[in-house]
């Protein structure tokens, strides 16, 4: 089977993935968004640096040295797909901004988002520990940057730090919590109360109230028709807690969006790692 590696998705305004080596450089909020004419958030202008990343921020400093000299920052537009299920993980993203969707995507090609990486974690940890496969899809759910490894080089780091290979262990287990959280969110709750625990998500990864995002996507992160979004996305707006309009939705009452959504916002939070 093929090894992961960014696939830019098709269109006609594909945006270069950027790498480099690793950088400190960190930016000022001022420099960290870039807005388009309509004023929305778009992507990163400068790429952060490692404190960025809170699982990178909290190793120690004998332990950063191990990886530091192996990462690459690497620049990602929405849609990017970083790994499908069955493929070898051999590269590992810790995010520095945005966030990456983890979907199942079933034999008839439906999907379903059952997790998320923002800061606070790293996508293909596992592999780490040893050769793994991925079991999900992994995409670039908004403009994003990561600091990026190869899994031999994590595994050579592991295998010389004992804190190193912990953290992998830990934040795998995160993982797995979100993961039955979601599960039991998409069995039990409204479309319209997931809408809003998702919106809620993206908002806190984005760091923005104004979030692109396309009905296909949405559908799929959902695992809802297209026509469901719209649906939908027309309720919650007419109660005057979103504007959506042309793929793009601003969160206007954000206690009137944590009204609708489910207790799973909340629940999540409390497993996300500080």
Same mark, same amino acid.
């Given at each position: ?82 790994? @499908? ?145 719209? @649906? ?43």
């Amino acid at each position: 089977m093929s090894g992961c590696g960014p696939t830019p998705p098709q269109g006609p305004h594909k945006i270069q993935s950027r790498r480099r080596r690793f950088s400190d450089a960190i930016p000022s909020p001022q420099e960290n968004a870039q807005t388009d004419r309509a004023g929305t958030h778009t992507v990163h202008a400068i790429e952060p640096g490692p404190a960025s990343n809170k699982l990178l921020a909290a190793v120690s400093r004998d332990d950063f040295t191990l990886l530091q000299a192996h990462l690459t920052t690497v620049g990602l537009e929405q849609g990017t797909v970083l790994c @499908e299920a069955g493929d070898e993980v051999d590269q590992v993203y810790f995010p520095l901004s945005g966030m990456i969707s983890l979907v199942v995507v079933m034999r008839d090609g439906k999907a379903i988002e059952t997790a998320t990486v923002g800061r606070e974690g790293v996508f293909g940890a596992m592999a780490g520990l040893g050769i793994h496969h991925s079991r999900v899809r992994a995409i670039a759910q908004l403009p994003m940057f990561a600091s990026c490894i190869a899994s031999t080089q994590l595994r050579r780091a592991a295998a010389s730090s004992k804190a190193i290979a912990n953290l992998i262990i830990r934040y795998n287990e995160t993982l797995l919590a979100q993961a039955r959280i979601t599960a039991a969110c998409n069995a039990l709750h409204t479309v319209e109360a997931r809408f809003c625990r998702w919106l809620l998500q993206t908002r806190e990864r984005a760091e923005s109230d104004t979030i692109q995002l396309t009905q296909e996507f949405l559908s799929e992160m959902l695992g809802v028709r297209r026509t469901s979004v719209t @649906e939908v996305a027309s309720k919650i707006q007419a109660s005057g807690a979103i504007r959506y309009s042309r793929g793009v939705i601003n969160i206007i009452d954000l206690a009137a969006l944590k009204a609708i959504s489910c207790e799973c916002y909340e629940t999540l939070l409390e497993q996300t790692p500080s």
